[in-house]
């Protein structure tokens, strides 16, 4: 907070010239909202200690300051009172500085919205741009738009993206023939770059979007893109927690958590099972025995019989179609012990668990392939809803000649 005294009044300097004087640091908060200030000094008035003198440059006149702004003794802060940053759930500093990782997160962002995406290799700044193809439908014919998107990973300084942090706009575009611009970008851009931004679509005709932050944040809680969430940022996974949405069934739920895409059902409740219960059988899951990195266990449904007090897991076992299969299913119920409780203690157990256990030879290579594709989940919709097997147990595979 910037005024200690939240009655105390402000006179504002903006560029070295007064700007307005506010009665309190609500009339200022409200009246400089939607600004991007830079703070570069901070006094009381001498006359009146009640008053307090606010300067500031826009980022404008920073990104041309001369000298530069090192070389002045002064607290550079950056006000972003509209974006709300301290509010945002993704710390995007959990990804290096370099901003490898952050060009990776919206490559798959791209790939996970459905778009066609390729890199550029490594531009001047050592950053790789992308190239992302937009297919568009128009009302006589279909259209094809390339995309250069500019990845700027700032969040751990804070600073804005500014005028000198990107190329040039129309040589770098025309080098490949794009027709639209993104920058996507870790913080925001300055007000100066947006304008910047509006001038050349006006004079040039060329598209140009941006994603700061608080887009990007958004796409990544779209159901698509949710499990990167859990890749990109683990420690901000783990205050995320479950995001549920229900179905047309008042007892039927698709959740994400962590990268797992899920359902979660139950027979009588109108709710979905308890997700501390929920998490013990992802924790059993994450715990079982170790595969080849080709190979992997994927749950797909948990239903919970609120009558009967059981749980039926719905779970798949994906391997290369052209690699060798590691477990029978006797080794995997030797570790998930079917139709044991979830809990027990020394004298009892509840909450029988079933593991309903499917092996998916897939094409692992194949551009189709999809851990979590939707040919996974909809022949069975309707066995996760009412709890039904889709072949049998992972104890009936056992006995019956312990094959799949």
């Known amino acids: 907070m910037i005024v200690?005294?939240?009655n105390m009044g402000v006179n504002v300097y903006i560029n070295g010239q007064f700007d307005k004087y506010c009665e309190s640091l609500l009339e200022f908060n409200e009246y400089y909202k939607d600004i991007d200030l830079i703070v570069i000094k901070s006094e009381n008035c001498i006359e009146d200690k009640n008053i307090r003198n606010l300067y500031f440059h826009t980022f404008d006149f920073h990104e041309t300051y001369d000298p530069p702004p090192e070389e002045y003794e002064y607290i550079m802060k950056e006000r972003?009172?509209?974006?709300?940053?301290?509010?945002?759930?993704?710390?995007?500093?959990?990804?290096?500085?370099d901003g490898i990782a952050f060009e990776q997160l919206i490559r798959e962002i791209f790939l996970r919205e459905g778009y066609e995406t390729h890199w550029t290799g490594v531009g001047n700044d050592q950053g790789r741009d992308l190239i992302v193809f937009e297919e568009l439908e128009g009302p006589m014919s279909n259209y094809k738009r390339k995309w250069l998107v500019q990845c700027k990973h700032k969040a751990h300084s804070g600073n804005s993206v500014g005028i000198n942090d990107i190329d040039s706009i129309m040589d770098s575009c025309s080098a490949i023939n794009a027709d639209g611009y993104l920058l996507a970008c870790s913080t925001q851009p300055s007000s100066g770059l947006v304008r910047k931004f509006e001038e050349i679509e006006r004079s040039k005709g060329l598209v140009i979007k941006y994603w700061d932050a608080i887009?990007?944040?958004?796409?990544?809680?779209?159901?698509?893109?949710?499990?990167?969430?859990?890749?990109?940022?683990?420690?901000?996974?783990?205050?995320?927690?479950?995001?549920?949405?229900?179905?047309?069934?008042p007892s039927f739920w698709a959740a994400n958590y962590k990268d797992y895409f899920i359902y979660l059902s139950s027979r009588v409740a109108m709710t979905f099972?308890?997700?501390?219960?929920?998490?013990?059988?992802?924790?059993i899951i994450e715990q079982a025995p170790k595969l080849p990195n080709n190979q992997f266990l994927r749950p797909r449904a948990i239903y919970f019989d609120n009558k009967h007090e059981h749980f039926h897991v719905y779970l798949d076992y994906?391997?290369?179609?052209?690699a060798q299969i590691i477990l029978t299913p006797s080794q995997l119920d030797a570790y998930f012990k079917d139709g044991i409780g979830l809990y027990k203690d020394e004298t009892s157990m509840w909450y029988l668990t079933y593991w309903d256990i499917k092996l998916i030879q897939a094409k692992l290579y194949s551009?189709?392939?999809?851990?979590?594709?939707?040919?996974?989940?909809?022949?069975?919709?309707r066995d996760f809803e009412i709890g039904s097997f889709r072949k049998g147990s992972l104890s009936d595979l056992y006995y019956h000649n312990d094959k799949w």
Request: charged share 35%.
């Open 4 to 6: 200690e005294e939240e």
């Open 80 to 97: 972003c009172f509209q974006r709300e940053v301290d509010d945002r759930m993704i710390n995007f500093k959990e990804l290096a500085s």
């Open 215 to 249: 887009e990007i944040e958004k796409r990544l809680f779209q159901t698509n893109c949710f499990p990167l969430i859990n890749l990109f940022f683990p420690e901000t996974s783990k205050g995320i927690g479950w995001k549920i949405y229900n179905s047309n069934s």
């Open 273 to 283: 099972p308890e997700l501390k219960d929920a998490e013990a059988i992802l924790d």
């Open 318 to 322: 994906i391997v290369p179609d052209d």
């Open 367 to 381: 551009d189709r392939y999809h851990r979590d594709s939707k040919s996974y989940y909809e022949p069975y919709i």
